[in-house]
Structures are given as structure tokens and as C-alpha cells.
């Protein structure tokens, strides 16, 4: 069975700042993973994936993720926020062999603040 | 077009009643879902349904019943309604490893 972290719970940042969300995962096959972001009152909207190949993935909204095997971790990374990237984020993951269940992270509330 | 689609947007109901709620998908995936997000934000699944087939029930109560009457749809009927059901319930769908498409919710309260 996979299982997903997310250490913080909560990340306030000022405007134009950078910014990194934590994701740890753990599972005993091969992975594919994704980060969503939930706006308040609305759906899960897909920032980006990593399926296979390069590492470096980038998303919408000026995100990008790195795969590391090794740490097994994706951590989400934005150079420069804005007041509007204010939302809660989830990390997730499914398994490569056709599993057709996605396992979520508690989520991580991000806050941009002037 | 909507991709995911949920019908009601807003369910309020007293305790003990039955409801449901309706999904529908037009990406022609395979697979649909259903999960639930509790009051801390946690989202954890419910069922999963591949081409009409039940593939996971993820030890939610006999009160929760899904029913895909074909590959696009996926109801969720929920019998003697409890107020620790109060919740918002996605429903999405995917093709088998890849990203789920998520619906816009149903935020049900049970009073």
C-alpha cells in the first residue's frame, strides 16, 4: 500500500516570495504522483504530474515539482507567489500497474499574505 | 463542457433520511471514484468502479451504496443518514494510473 506526508500543515509567505511544499511518499512499487490545489468551496484542480522521465516537471500557475527516487519526495516549488496561489495543496500518488486508486496527503494550507 | 459534473451542488437533510447523489462523466475514462472530504480538509476514498465494475470499497459502511449504471455514471445512495456523514463527496474519474479529474463536490449536512 502507498501512503503519502505532508510535514506542514500550514505555510504563510509574503507576495512575490518563493515558496516550498513538502511531499513524502512511501510505497514498495513503482509510483506515479501529482499535486492538486483546492481553492476555497471548489474541486481539486490538477497542478501538475509525474508519470516518467524527466524529474523536473512544470505545472500551471508558474509551479514546478522535482521527482527524487532516492528521498522518495516531490516537493512543489514556486519562485514567486501571488496573493491568488492562496489555496490548500494535496500531493498524491497511484501505483504504475494499473492501480486505479489515488492515496492523498493531509494537505497543506498555503497563505500569501502582503 | 463540464468534464465531471455532480448533482446536488448543496444536500441539507435531517438525520435518519436517505439521499442521493448523482455523477456523470464525459471524458470516456474508465474508472470512476468516489471520496470524501471531512471537516479537516483530509481526503480519503470511498469506492472505485471500473467499466461498471466494483474494484474498491474502501471499509465504508453498508449505508453507502454506489451504483454505476453505465461507464460514464456513478451514483452514491446513503441510507439512515448520521451526522458524521456531513462532508463534501467528490466524484472523479481517470483512466487506470493517471491523474483523476475531480467533480465540484456535494457538501451535504446532516442535521
Known amino acids: 500500500a502507498q501512503s503519502v506526508t505532508q510535514l506542514d500543515s500550514q505555510v504563510p509567505v509574503f507576495e512575490e516570495a518563493p515558496v516550498e511544499l513538502r511531499c513524502n511518499y512511501s510505497?514498495?512499487?513503482?509510483?506515479?504522483l501529482f499535486w492538486y490545489v483546492q481553492y476555497p468551496n471548489q474541486g481539486l484542480q490538477l497542478l501538475l504530474k509525474?508519470?516518467?522521465?524527466?524529474?523536473l516537471v512544470k505545472g500551471i500557475n508558474g509551479f514546478e515539482a522535482e521527482f527524487n527516487k532516492s528521498q522518495t519526495s516531490f516537493h512543489l516549488r514556486k519562485p514567486s507567489v501571488h496573493i491568488s496561489d492562496t489555496a490548500e495543496y494535496f500531493c498524491?500518488?497511484?501505483?504504475?500497474?494499473?492501480?486505479?486508486?489515488?492515496?492523498f496527503g493531509t494537505g497543506t494550507q498555503l497563505k500569501v499574505e502582503l | 463542457d463540464t468534464a465531471v459534473s455532480q448533482t446536488p451542488k448543496y444536500l441539507v437533510t435531517q438525520m435518519g433520511n436517505d439521499k442521493s447523489i448523482k455523477c456523470e462523466q464525459n471524458?470516456?475514462?474508465?474508472?470512476m471514484y468516489w471520496y470524501k472530504q471531512d471537516s479537516k480538509k483530509f481526503l480519503k476514498i470511498m469506492f472505485s468502479?471500473?467499466?461498471?465494475?466494483?474494484?474498491i470499497n474502501e471499509t465504508v459502511p453498508n449505508r453507502f451504496s454506489p451504483k454505476s449504471p453505465d461507464k460514464a455514471h456513478l451514483n452514491l445512495h446513503i441510507n439512515s443518514l448520521e451526522l458524521g456523514d456531513s462532508a463534501v463527496y467528490f466524484c472523479?474519474?481517470?483512466?487506470?494510473?493517471?491523474?483523476?479529474?475531480f467533480g465540484p463536490g456535494t457538501r451535504l449536512t446532516v442535521l
Open positions: 471524458l470516456g475514462h474508465d474508472t
Open positions: 468502479y471500473n467499466n461498471k465494475e466494483l474494484i
Open positions: 472523479a474519474s481517470s483512466q487506470p494510473g493517471q491523474e483523476g479529474f
Open positions: 509525474y508519470l516518467s522521465g524527466s524529474t
Open positions: 510505497s514498495s512499487v513503482s509510483v506515479y
Open positions: 498524491a500518488v497511484t501505483t504504475t500497474g494499473g492501480g486505479n486508486k489515488l492515496t
